[in-house]
């Protein structure tokens, strides 16, 4: 595979001007004047599809068109609140909006002040029909849905939440967002630290701990609407294998480097390959998304719907085809980070890792980074439950990002490096090219099972000693497969018959192994009950110990119940119901992917009530049946873990056992 002048003559055409031409002018289409917003449906966010579509048939792509996406549109035009300051002078504060419905001109309301917005701190204050406000406090785990939905079940007009900033990096005029899952009707705001700390002066100096404030919005949110994928392509020699390149329009804020420079990074590739003469083999399908950040109200899953409509809906045919699917998200124009961060399939992680090392002019201390899973915040996750393994360019995690990362400080004007955005597109150009180059799509299962088996904890590990088994014989056959994908050469037929073969095991994968915790993160099936297990046997033990306090900590790992212990019974059930017995249409992309809904309310309720000294038989003999009915779960889920790596073993077997035609 002779590659190095195809990488060079493409290396020549790259041009960072007009990618971040594309990404400024993206950046500026915005619903708010002041803040920017260029959401689901909105005239901002058409209007960015609009340029991005004459863009794509401006630098060459063929097939240029519009792919529509039934969502639900948001758009924010303004939020604004006035108070009298302490010279009883009148003031304005700037507000941010999440994604709820709001139309107020000068409206009258009080603003009381909430602490944490939990259910304690509504304890002898009143709130019936007044705005509350809060301090966001995502680091013990409240997030702005169940605090919304929280102030509404006490009564309250609406909420407006200042982020806690207990590391010191969001700059006091910040405003920040995060995911909105509360229903649609909660009016949610979000304010600066700076703001918020003189509203809470006030309030404490007032006389009944309220003070009046005159609210401004236009903040609509639209059901059934109609926005569009912009999809584009170059074409290759065979037309029935693709490669899959695609990132989002939509934004929150200006979003520069959350979302545009990802766009700018998309078309800057496609014109370079047009302008360096590349003939691919494969077809290349350049796909911006609409909708990425959000596209449905009332679903715990209402991020990535212009993807999931996109692979779902539009082209299901695209996920047998596809070799790759290269998301770029974003974050690849940046100075701030000390390393470009890839999150990308288990099965491709060594070969991508191995790539990058032959990628030059890494601006980054750190170079870069290459883990696995993909993750669920992003588009390319609904592609890989399609089976089309991908990757991602993603936020560096742990790093000093919280001052542009969805907040008003995502701008162009930021942290803007044309050595990061050269080397990105060095790096996904590269890739792009060698996967292109690929006869076999280059499938290591062995890191999968391999992240199987870690998985386990000590007793899973020994007490299921045929599931160790089956995993070490599935490695040894990823292996023995890989080996043999690698060292022969096929026939077209031969080829496309692999191909397709590696999609669908690729596919079962996705279908049997991959689930989520109630935080989101990636795990294997029996890892949901494995954890909650492990805390109630804890629970059980402390409470044994008298050690109530503890205890209750415990049980608040179980699933959603932090939620139990910080908020009222129907907030905290409200959640459930809505994340795993909604509507096929609602539950979008999350359906069947949380496997575990113990739900701990009462127990944990009692436990608060009691002192270390009273009796907790009764709570005790209760987590014991919930911890039996959950050790039962967990043998179930193993049983079938197993029953699908034996298949997936004697699929493999097969393929590299079989005789070449």
């Known amino acids: 595979m002779d590659y190095n002048k195809d990488l060079e003559v493409f290396y020549h055409s790259i041009n960072v001007d007009y990618a971040t031409y594309v990404a400024k002018t993206l950046s500026q289409f915005g619903s708010n004047e002041t803040l920017g917003f260029r959401m689901a449906g909105s005239k901002a966010e058409h209007e960015a599809g609009d340029f991005l579509c004459q863009e794509f048939e401006r630098i060459g792509l063929t097939n240029t068109h519009k792919e529509k996406v039934m969502i639900d549109a948001w758009e924010f035009k303004q939020a604004e609140i006035y108070y009298l300051d302490k010279t009883n002078h009148p003031k304005k504060i700037t507000l941010s909006a999440y994604a709820s419905h709001c139309i107020a001109e000068n409206q009258p309301f009080e603003l009381v002040y909430a602490k944490k917005g939990t259910k304690q701190d509504y304890d002898q204050l009143n709130v019936e029909g007044k705005l509350v406000l809060i301090d966001l406090d995502t680091y013990i785990g409240c997030q702005i849905g169940i605090c919304a939905l929280q102030a509404k079940q006490k009564g309250a007009s609406g909420i407006i939440a200042i982020p806690v900033n207990e590391d ?57 609407q109609t926005t569009f994928n912009i999809v584009g392509e170059i074409p290759g020699k065979d037309n029935n294998q693709i490669i899959l390149v695609m990132a989002h329009y939509d934004g929150l804020f200006h979003n520069f480097h959350n979302g545009a420079s990802g766009c700018g990074l998309l078309l800057s590739i496609a014109r370079a390959l047009i302008k360096s003469h590349y003939v691919p083999n494969k077809t290349i399908v350049f796909i911006a998304h609409s909708a990425k950040e959000w596209g449905m109200s009332n679903s715990t899953f209402n991020w990535s719907m212009g993807s999931y409509h996109q692979i779902t809906k539009n082209h299901p045919e695209w996920a047998e085809k596809a070799f790759i699917g290269i998301n770029l998200e974003g974050f690849v124009a940046h100075d701030q980070y000390d390393y470009h961060h890839i999150r990308t399939a288990y099965e491709y992680q060594d070969l991508i890792q191995a790539i990058q090392k032959i990628v030059t002019g890494c601006p980054y201390k750190q170079g870069c980074l290459v883990e696995s899973p993909t993750t669920i915040l992003s ?51 590269t890739i792009l090219i060698l996967f292109d180059q690929l006869k076999i799509k280059p499938l290591n299962f062995e890191k999968l099972f391999l992240a199987l088996e870690q998985s386990l904890d ?79 046997r804890e629970a059980i033990r402390l409470l044994k110990q008298e050690k109530l306090n503890a205890a209750v900590e415990q049980l608040c790992h179980v699933d959603l119940n932090l939620y139990a212990f910080y908020f009222d019974k129907n907030t905290f059930e409200f959640y459930i ?45 209760q987590l014991k049946d919930i911890l039996k009915e959950e050790e039962f779960k967990q043998e179930r889920v193993i049983k079938e873990e197993m029953i699908h790596l034996q298949q997936l073993i004697d699929w493999m077997r097969y393929l590299y056992r079989r005789p070449k035609r």
Not at 578 to 600: F, M, P, R, V, Y
């Open 458 to 536: 000590f007793e899973s590990y020994h007490h299921y000693k045929e599931l160790y088994f089956l995993i070490h014989d599935a490695k040894w056959c990823a292996k023995n497969l890989y080996e043999f994908i690698q060292k022969n050469e096929f026939t077209p037929s031969e080829a496309n018959y692999l191909n397709k073969q590696l999609h669908y095991i690729y596919l079962m994968i996705q279908q049997s192994f991959v689930k989520l915790s109630w935080y989101g993160a990636n795990i294997f099936p029996h890892e949901a009950h494995q954890e909650n297990i492990l805390h109630l």
């Open 577 to 621: 119901q809505q994340s795993c017995h909604q509507d096929d249409e609602h539950l979008a992309w999350g359906k069947d992917l949380l496997l575990s809904e113990i739900n701990l309310y009462d127990i944990i309720e009692s436990l608060q009530q009691k002192q270390s000294w009273e009796d907790v038989y009764d709570e005790i003999q």
């Open 168 to 224: 010191k990096e969001l700059p006091d005029d910040a405003l920040i967002y995060e995911n909105f899952t509360a229903p649609a009707d909660i009016p949610a705001f979000s304010m600066s630290l700076k703001d918020g700390k003189v509203l809470k002066e006030i309030v404490a100096q007032s006389a009944n701990d309220a003070i009046p404030v005159i609210l401004n919005c236009s903040n609509k949110i639209s059901p059934d």
């Open 379 to 429: 588009d390319d996750f609904v592609y890989s439950q399609s089976g089309v393994p991908t990757i991602i360019s993603y936020r560096p995690t742990g790093e000093k990002h919280l001052n542009t990362y969805q907040t008003n400080y995502d701008v162009i004007q930021n942290h803007l490096s044309y050595p990061a955005f050269e080397y990105g597109h060095k790096l996904y150009g």
